[in-house]
């Protein structure tokens, strides 16, 4: 029995470690995934967007409008590093916009009527995308943003603080990416840290 508890001490700490690291490469490849949006957002002087869920995220564009129809936006699907993009099941996500949360801590609030549905909708009618959350303008500004990751900790049920991963979005068109952080998800995703 000595043999196995010294063996769980010496795993546990690598195991959080190499959690961590799953949390820290969804949020670089969010990162990566942004910046070429915004860059995009430039070049092609077409506004951009994002969509993004405690299941995953979405990058829209806008169709420009003419005399038949209006503007609408479309999801991006040709690009595969702007997909749609699941996250992997373990990680928590939380998002802030321009310093309010998006997400709640709680995971007991379940709406029983999450979607409208229409008896008579068309199933040839394309599906209605909702606008985005977070826009990325051809002028190179954006709206203000945090996104923070993290794993679920069930080692520590009790306790609020963990480390989590956060890239925030300036109204400049400035990203920060910051982590890990220890702190809580849905406390701490906009505060000030010192640098260290």
């Given amino acids: 029995m000595a043999i196995m508890a010294l063996m769980v001490l010496v795993?546990?700490?690598?195991?959080?470690?190499?959690?961590?690291?799953?949390?820290?490469?969804?949020i670089e490849r969010l990162v990566a995934a942004i910046e070429m949006v915004r860059d995009r957002a430039i070049i092609q002087n077409k506004e951009f967007g994002l969509n993004i869920d405690e299941d995953g995220y979405q990058f829209l564009t806008l169709d420009e409008s003419d005399e038949d129809s209006p503007s609408r936006w479309r999801a991006i699907e040709d690009i595969p590093r702007l997909a749609e993009h699941e996250f992997p099941e373990g990680l928590e996500i939380n998002l802030t916009i321009d310093g309010e949360n998006v997400?709640?801590?709680?995971?007991?609030?379940?709406?029983?009527?999450?979607q409208e549905v229409d008896i008579f909708e068309d199933e040839d009618e394309e599906k209605k995308v909702?606008?985005?959350?977070?826009?990325?303008?051809?002028?190179?500004?954006?709206?203000?943003?945090?996104?923070?990751?993290?794993?679920?900790?069930?080692?520590?049920?009790d306790s609020e603080q963990s480390n989590f991963f956060r890239v925030r979005?300036?109204?400049?068109?400035?990203?920060?990416f910051e982590g890990p952080i220890e702190g809580n998800l849905f406390q701490d995703l906009d505060r000030e840290f010192q640098q260290q």
């Fill in 130 to 157: 909702e606008p985005p959350q977070i826009y990325f303008l051809s002028t190179g500004e954006q709206n203000q943003f945090s996104i923070g990751i993290a794993v679920v900790d069930f080692s520590r049920p």
């Fill in 169 to 176: 979005g300036f109204l400049t068109g400035n990203l920060k």
């Fill in 11 to 26: 795993a546990f700490p690598n195991l959080t470690r190499s959690s961590d690291k799953l949390a820290k490469q969804e």
């Fill in 103 to 114: 997400f709640s801590s709680s995971q007991e609030e379940v709406e029983i009527f999450e």
